[in-house]
């Protein structure tokens, strides 16, 4: 499915999103869960990245998974500091981002759904609308 099907299925365009409406969606494939996740946060000016996920021990099926604002954490201070460093290290990030989302597999309704969403950023990029 292509991005523009996908939100039209929605009836509503990306950036018209609210919380309530990211709270309250199925997908059945956790790759659209994070396509949209994604989406959503390239319009909103934040990118993501993968903080944890889950796997069933009995049949290896993901059962959750969450994402993150890239902002947040902050960098170990021994990797700027390597000897051996090809590049020039980059600018510490002073700021512990809250912005995460997470996704949970309903094994009965074989869906995924929102468990967690925290759309405040504590960073300039993300402030940057």
Known sequence: M????LWASFGKKLEDFTMRDIRKLKFKYLDLFCEFHEMYAKL???GVREQSACKS????HPTFK???CFAEGFRLQNYPKNRDRKKKPKELIPFDCLGEIRFKWIKDA???????FMARHTHSHAKRK
């Open 110 to 116: 074989d869906n995924w759904i929102v468990t967690k």
């Open 57 to 60: 021990r009995t049949d290896g």
């Open 2 to 5: 292509d991005d523009e099907n």
């Open 44 to 46: 909103k000016g934040f």
């Open 66 to 68: 969450i994402l993150k």
